[in-house]
């Protein structure tokens, strides 16, 4: 196959594969309670919501694609699998057209039967292949040569890597004037860096090295080594899909086995099919390991010029990537992949441009000696700090400052998390067994039945309060503190919650429980910590503020978004706010102008208290990223993430309207208003993006302005308090008389009340947070002061202080402070086992 030729198949192929794995991975998506959730109902990442739609047609022209290779199959040996390919092909094609799979497909066990059924086509068009072409090549002895030509491709690549990512953070970060700068780093970190990553690709170069060894070994050398290579990129990958991807989703367990192997035996496949498709048959193979990297190689036989132009295109995809994945990623891990990316593509385009040199001697000396001594001095370094001093690597502050750069590198993040060296333990704690207890509790199948109990926050005897407040409850998707003027003074563009501020009460010590939208929001109707599943059924048993609004005479407006479509209860004459809206469109301005619009048409007699609730998306990661992180021309915000300051000072503006239409109603002083967000948002703290799987500082934290009515101002209330975003509904049912509130660890409590002695026994000095949709747990004490966070998907713990500044400082974690975090989350999981009847084992 000549190298023109060679494109157009590996374009045409690469359409297919690219096809089938999106498919598939959709699949496995949806089996994911949580994905499902978020991705196929809220509709937060607007490419899938176009690839669902027009799938059926897209696998028609990914499948006529595929086919168009195939021409010269149509012979002898191969003739019935090809046959057989197209009608099995335009079959299910025809099938999918008149019952299109992804648009109907539903959060059940059978998703993952269906994702391993789209990964099929591509084995066999690896048969054809491999029954086909491969069939027709010849396989020489071993090629000489080959251990100094990996070697040294490891070598540059290792450096090339450091390098490239060493320029990528000065160019981002070196000089960043935005809301968290980056601070100059040590010239030791760099060293650090480059001999890391050297490590790295030196542990290729041995495997290799080892495949060459084993394979020489062999009558057909050239051909076991193409084995091997495979075979042992098919390991490395179900290794990378388990511990990366599918942990990240929380699939682990058998099924997250299966499907991690599963998809890398595919990819395997299909790559080496394509392989041996683009080997010329009329030259015997020299070297397998040249042959399983070909599909890769896309200057194969070019010139060597233009190969090095390549390498610089390299760096060029590398800076992209980085910037392109920083903001819209899952826990690193979409960035994490695209550096995997990058390692193989700079190792395989290296190799290409280096020649073959002499064996004898070489391979003992490179296999054996070198790596063990980087290797040995590698370990030496990481466990003699002193010597570090000279680096600017000393040992107080050595790790925090290796993890402060990890956050900004995420080729040096990858690389380091894999060679952590762990300080000896005094402490006893079985940290596997811990994380291997969060990850059992957390994203509950739904297919474990879990039996709701009727919940009830107040005695059903109590008596109600004669004259009932209207409420509006509005919650900003992501809204931080530190982006409203009552929480830091250098903000200038809130004015109107700045005035809001001043009429109500301002908890400057606030919290969510949850990191994400999936269990914060359904927190803050239960009142409560929440089973970490999305959702239990029925849920209407656990939803007290609903059960408190149908008590009441409440005329209810609702935003019922993705999330409330599932936890909510039937609810006769609820009025839908928002109705025909997806979640992700949710606007606040929109929103309060319809609510407004409703408000103005009630009949000045009607004794009904009105009911508001709304969560508009403006400033959710998704939504900036979808509409583009863009700022109005004339627009500054020095010290802030400008394209989401400007979208708040947009929302300021509509909520201050929305308030002067209460006051002109006059409702305002007969009100319950209540501004606050499910949580917070990492904004490039520490190179830190979104929120999606994370529980730092600037995620847990989150604004609270609560206004009360004119005849309940005389209440008690501690602003500087520990309070949380569970704690409204309790407060609702307080402020409506009914009284007292359940105590209870797991639930929220009443923020006002008549004497400070009634809150006393509601206030506890630690309280449990935890990720929406992952197994990361954390620990806030010490008066809100302090944060512990056990993350059982990298197997890493943390410790901030939460005294300096909204991201908080990150310090080292000590065994009393690991022992005391561990302990109260296990007794947490315990009473959530208990309270809910959950049936796992605590």
């Known amino acids: 196959m000549t190298r023109a030729s060679g494109f157009i198949f590996l374009g045409l192929r690469l359409i297919f594969v690219v096809f089938c794995v999106v498919t598939s991975i959709c699949c496995v998506l949806a089996f994911i309670p949580f994905t499902y959730q978020q991705i196929f109902e809220a509709q937060v990442v607007p490419w899938t919501v176009t690839f669902v739609r027009f799938h059926p047609w897209m696998y028609w022209i990914a499948f006529v694609s595929a086919a168009w290779t195939l021409a010269e199959d149509y012979r002898p040996g191969t003739r019935a699998l090809v046959v057989g390919y197209l009608a099995a092909g335009a079959i299910a094609g025809a099938v999918l057209v008149a019952f299109p799979l992804l648009a109907t497909i539903k959060n059940e066990p059978a998703d993952l039967v269906w994702a391993a059924v789209w990964l099929m086509p591509l084995w066999w068009l690896a048969a054809i292949d491999i029954f086909g072409p491969g069939r027709r090549l010849t396989w020489s002895s071993a090629q000489t040569g080959e251990d100094w030509r990996l070697f040294w491709t490891a070598v540059i690549a290792g450096t090339a890597s450091a390098v490239v990512y060493g320029v990528i953070h000065e160019v981002r970060f070196g000089a960043a004037s935005g809301p968290a700068p980056a601070a100059p780093m040590p010239i030791g970190v760099g060293l650090w860096s480059w001999v890391l990553h050297v490590l790295a690709f030196l542990a290729v170069f041995a495997a290799f090295a080892c495949i060459r060894a084993i394979a020489s070994l062999t009558r057909r050398p050239a051909l076991a080594e193409f084995v091997l290579a495979a075979t042992s990129g098919a390991a490395l990958l179900t290794v990378v899909n388990q511990s990366l991807v599918f942990s990240a989703v929380s699939l682990v367990g058998r099924e997250g086995l299966a499907t991690a192997a599963l998809c890398a035996v595919t990819l395997v496949l299909a790559s080496s099919g394509q392989a041996l498709r683009l080997a010329r048959a009329s ?33 060029a995809l590398a800076y992209w990537l980085a910037v392109a994945t920083s903001v819209m990623d899952w826990n690193y891990l979409i960035q994490t992949l695209a550096v995997l990316l990058i390692w193989t593509l700079g190792f395989v385009w290296i190799y290409g441009v280096i020649g073959r040199g002499p064996d004898r ?37 050595r790790s925090a400052v290796l993890d402060r750069y990890a956050n900004y590198n995420v080729s040096f993040r990858v690389l ?91 908890f400057r010590n606030a919290f969510t429980h949850y990191g994400a939208t999936g269990l914060s929001e359904p927190s803050i109707w239960t009142g409560s910590l929440v089973p970490h599943q999305q959702y239990p059924a029925p849920f209407g048993p656990m939803n007290t503020l609903q059960k408190l609004l149908l008590a009441q005479p409440y005329q209810a407006y609702v935003s019922v978004d993705s999330v409330l479509r599932s936890i909510l209860a039937p609810w006769p004459g609820l009025i839908e706010l928002d109705n025909n809206v997806a979640t992700k469109d949710y606007d606040l301005c929109r929103s309060l102008g ?47 993430y400008p394209p989401c300051a400007a979208r708040i000072q947009q929302l300021d503006s509509c909520f201050g309207t929305f308030l002067d239409s209460l006051k002109q109603l006059g409702l305002y002083d007969d009100s319950v208003v209540v501004l606050t967000s499910d949580h917070g948002d990492s904004l490039g703290e520490e190179g830190r993006w ?153």
Not at 465 to 485: A, E, K, N, T
């Open 283 to 315: 030259e015997p193979v020299r070297s397998g390991i040249a042959l399983a990297m070909r599909p890769l190689d896309i200057g194969f036989e070019a010139p060597v010029l233009l190969r090095l132009a390549l390498l610089c295109g390299w760096g």
């Open 361 to 397: 001697g070489f391979a003992v000396l490179a296999v054996f000696v070198l790596p063990l001594l980087v290797i040995a001095g590698y370990r030496t370094l990481a466990s003699t700090p002193d010597l570090l001093v000279p680096l600017g690597l000393a040992a107080p502050t």
């Open 416 to 506: 380091r998390s894999l060679t952590r060296v762990e300080p000896a333990r005094a402490s006893t704690l079985d940290m596997g067994q811990f994380y291997a207890l969060l990850q059992r509790h957390t994203n509950i199948p739904r297919t474990v039945k879990i039996d709701v109990p009727d919940v009830s926050i107040a005695p059903g005897n109590a008596a109600p309060s004669r004259r009932h407040p209207h409420v509006f409850v509005i919650v900003i998707d992501s809204l931080r503190q530190d982006y409203l003027s009552p929480y830091n003074r250098s903000v200038s563009f809130t004015p109107a919650i700045a005035r809001f501020a001043t009429e109500s009460t301002v």
């Open 594 to 640: 319809e609510l407004t619009s409703k408000l103005q048409s009630r009949k000045p007699s009607d004794p009904q208290p009105v009911f508001a609730y709304t969560q508009p998306q403006n400033i959710h990661v998704s939504t900036i990223t979808r509409d583009g992180a863009s700022v109005p021309a004339g627009q500054s915000y020095a010290g802030f």
């Open 690 to 842: 979104g929120h999606a799987y994370t529980i730092y500082p600037e995620i847990v934290r989150i604004p609270l302005i609560v206004h009360l009515p004119s005849w309940l101002r005389g209440l008690s209330v501690d602003p500087d308090e520990m309070t949380f975003s569970t704690d409204i509904t309790p407060s609702l049912y307080y402020l409506l008389g009914q009284r007292p509130t359940l105590n209870h660890a797991l639930f929220g409590r009443p923020l006002f009340t008549e004497r400070r002695e009634e809150r006393a026994p509601y206030l506890r000095d630690h309280y449990v947070v935890a990720s929406s949709y992952g197994p990361v747990y954390g620990v806030i004490s010490d008066r809100g002061r302090a944060l512990y966070i056990a993350d059982a998907t990298s197997y890493r713990d943390y410790v901030f202080d939460l005294t300096t500044g909204i991201a908080g400082t990150s310090l080292p974690v000590s065994d009393a402070a690991r022992e005391a975090g561990v302990r109260r989350i296990r007794d947490i999981i315990a009473e959530l086992t208990r309270f809910y009847r959950l049936p796992i084992t605590p």
